[in-house]
């Protein structure tokens, strides 16, 4: 009996905040106590719309802002970490968006690869899926990438187009997510689930924009079988 040929991988490639979890009603004071521990001491007012940019970016801009030296990034970030463990373990959860499993579940049906794309490092990304009570098993996080030390979210769209041996799709809730997409030659599925309205994301290069990934669920998956296999 001949070996059937294993079939071509295809990843996609979910952003967390605002697309698998919905955006967390304080998420920015993280950022901020993050900067206060790492700086020693209290900081003023707060950063404004952190939506589609890496945590790596937004504690550099926030450390630029308050006139901080970069070199406390490395230490706010680590703080940052531990925020996120301190929020997961006192049972400050997020809430999964409507129809996230069911989409994850079935784009693997459909041969596609579950990997993450996301401004979040690796274990904030657990704390908030977990938390949300997603199955973290759909997601293969050896093809995942994170942005904790990334600045440029398009870096890290351009360092999976290097690493994955097979086309690659991004699914996100901002215009930014677009910019990374387009960056690394990968199509772009929006989700209007996050910050931005459904008009913003129409503006992007996106194949399709889901109200949400539940009632979305079909053209998801019509748009992924309308997609090239190369
Ligand atoms: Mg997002």
């Known amino acids: 009996m001949r070996d059937m040929?294993?079939?071509?991988?295809?990843?996609?490639?979910?952003?967390?905040?605002g697309t698998l979890v919905f955006n967390g009603a304080d998420a920015g004071n993280l950022y901020h106590e993050a900067v206060e521990l790492a700086a020693g001491r209290t900081i003023a007012d707060r950063m404004p719309n952190t939506h589609g940019k890496?945590?790596?970016?937004?504690?550099?801009?926030?450390?630029?802002?308050?006139?901080?030296p970069d070199t406390l990034r490395q230490a706010a970030a680590l703080h940052l970490d531990e925020l996120s463990r301190l929020r997961h373990e006192r049972g400050e959860h997020r809430t999964l968006c409507p129809g996230a499993d069911a989409a994850l579940r079935a784009a693997a049906a459909h041969g596609w690869t579950n990997g993450l794309l996301t401004g979040n490092g690796r274990q904030r990304s657990?704390?908030?899926l977990a938390g949300a009570g997603l199955d973290l098993e759909l997601i293969?996080?050896?093809?995942?990438?994170?942005?904790?030390?990334t600045l440029v979210r398009a870096d890290l769209t351009r360092r999976a187009a290097a690493a994955l041996d097979g086309p690659a799709v991004i699914v996100g809730d901002t215009p930014n997510d677009g910019v990374a997409a387009d960056a690394a030659g990968f199509a772009f599925i929006a989700v209007a689930t996050g910050a931005f309205a459904r008009d913003d994301l129409a503006a992007t290069s996106a194949r399709v924009v889901l109200d949400d990934?539940?009632?979305?669920?079909?053209?998801?998956?019509?748009?992924?079988a309308d997609l090239p296999a190369r």
Not at 140 to 146: A, I
Not at 213 to 219: D, F, N
């Open 54 to 68: 890496t945590d790596a970016q937004i504690l550099a801009e926030t450390l630029a802002h308050h006139g901080l």
């Open 5 to 17: 040929p294993a079939e071509p991988a295809r990843y996609l490639l979910w952003d967390v905040d």
């Open 140 to 149: 293969d996080w050896d093809r995942s990438f994170f942005g904790d030390t």
């Open 126 to 128: 657990a704390y908030k």
């Open 213 to 224: 990934l539940q009632s979305g669920h079909g053209a998801l998956l019509a748009a992924l």
